[in-house]
């Protein structure tokens, strides 16, 4: 008898949610399809029943990852300044679980393939988008603020576990507050909606 279509969802997930875990993390060089599937819970044989290849799912995960896992963790917030002190805090630089992999992989993507590469840009479009449409201020500035944002948790990280990861954080926090408007006003958010990041 055939697995439901739901199951069949619920599977590819699993593997997206471990993969995403995984990849962020340690990168794609360092992550075997046997260790996204031992740790989701499966067995290795399941994986192409879903996936073409490693590079496909490291393509689905970067989306996966900034849609439905640490995009996830924001849609609680209550205006984007919240956002930006949530990205930007010591939290997500330490978390072994979920964390944006536009930061978390900003190294790493430089090695991958052209087509992992345009996946990377345009959940990075996405991300501009949102700070711009959110902020209400011009897309060079959204920018900006998603070069201090990614940038200040990828260096934060590449910095250690010592004060000048904290300085790092609260530099790159501040400013962008203030190129997002934040610090005049405490800007309710009107939807973080996650997928977003993925429209180019």
Request: glycine share 8%; aromatic share 6%.
């Amino acid at each position: 008898m055939p697995w439901a279509p739901e199951h069949k969802e619920q599977t590819r997930s699993k593997i997206l949610k471990s993969a995403s875990q995984l990849f962020t993390h340690h990168g794609f060089e360092k992550v075997s399809i046997d260790q996204v599937m031992q740790n989701a819970g499966m067995t290795r044989g399941a994986f192409y029943k879903h996936f073409a290849s490693k590079s496909e799912l490291y393509s689905e995960a970067i989306i996966y990852g900034a849609t439905h896992r640490a995009g996830r963790n924001l849609t609680g917030a209550s205006s984007l300044n919240q956002i930006i002190d949530l990205y930007l805090s010591r939290d997500h630089l330490d978390s072994e679980g979920d964390v944006c992999p536009l930061a978390f992989l900003v190294s790493d993507i430089t090695q991958r393939e052209p087509l992992q590469q345009e996946t990377y840009a345009k959940v990075l479009q996405g991300f501009i988008k949102l700070l711009a449409k959110e902020s209400g201020t011009s897309r060079e500035q959204a920018i900006l603020s998603s070069v201090l944002m990614i940038g200040g948790v990828a260096l934060a990280r590449a910095a250690g576990d010592g004060e000048l990861a904290d300085q790092i954080l609260s530099a790159a926090k501040t400013e962008a507050q203030h190129q997002l408007g934040c610090l005049e006003e405490q800007l309710p958010m009107s939807s973080v909606a996650c997928d977003k990041y993925e429209e180019a």
